[in-house]
């Protein structure tokens, strides 16, 4: 069955380094991959899409790589601040009909 | 307000007990999604729809029924609530893009 896998553990970071989290998976083969913050007590939101042909995306701060290859997605925050600290959660999408496959998602704590 | 909205927010029901979640949604997405997030589980996937009248089996859709007779709302029942079914209900849709757009999200808790 389709397996991806978060770090389960939290991911402590201190305040202007480079956080790195990371989304591996198995028996897949995703179209797009796309990665969502989730603050407590909310619903997830939309950071970045990126699609099997690409390597990297970014946006701002953030980068976001996939390789097909190893099966895995790295999601880099770059000059962390607490204000970055979430969950963050990973998901696969084979195509473009919507569906989505999730990740459990990784706490990050950035300190001050 | 735009956007997507869900009601209740908190809900606490006995076992048996029929419970309907509401979302609505004013973006008219055609895609609309039933999650629900267990701690250390994913997001898995309810149920979803296409459109208007059309909806379909996602992962995990036992004891729960949905309806689309509007392209705005998607509510959810389950039809005998069992413990099993406490959680957090998210809500999410989306348009051409392949974002999706959540809810706040229902805690329901069955006991």
């Known amino acids: 069955s389709q397996k991806i896998e978060q770090n389960s553990e939290a991911l402590n970071i201190q305040e202007g380094k480079t956080a790195t989290l990371t989304c591996n998976y198995t028996?897949?083969?995703?179209?797009?991959l796309q990665w969502y913050r989730q603050d407590p007590g909310r619903g997830p939101v939309f950071l970045l899409l990126?699609?099997?042909n690409e390597k990297e995306k970014r946006k701002e701060r953030l980068k976001v790589t996939f390789d097909t290859t190893l099966k895995q997605s790295l999601f880099h925050i770059t000059a962390s601040q607490p204000a970055d600290s979430a969950t963050y959660l990973c998901?696969?999408?084979?195509?473009?009909?919507?569906?989505?496959?999730w990740g459990a998602g990784t706490k990050l704590i950035i300190k001050p | 307000d735009a956007g997507i909205t869900q009601s209740p927010r908190y809900k606490i029901t006995e076992t048996g007990r029929q419970v309907t979640l509401m979302c609505h949604q004013t973006?008219?997405?055609?895609?609309m999604f039933w999650y629900r997030q267990d701690l250390g589980h994913g997001l898995r996937l309810i149920y979803y729809?296409?459109?208007?009248?059309?909806?379909d089996k996602g992962e995990v859709p036992d004891g729960y029924v949905v309806s689309r007779s509007k392209t705005e709302n998607f509510p959810l029942t389950l039809e005998s609530a069992t413990r099993s079914q406490t959680s957090v209900y998210f809500c999410?849709?989306?348009?051409?893009?392949?974002?999706?757009?959540f809810g706040p999200g229902t805690r329901l808790t069955v006991l």
């Open positions: 990126i699609r099997e």
């Open positions: 999410a849709s989306n348009g051409m893009g392949d974002q999706q757009f």
């Open positions: 998901a696969l999408q084979r195509d473009s009909n919507y569906q989505l496959i």
């Open positions: 729809s296409a459109a208007a009248d059309i909806t």
């Open positions: 028996n897949y083969s995703p179209a797009y």
């Open positions: 973006w008219s997405h055609s895609y």
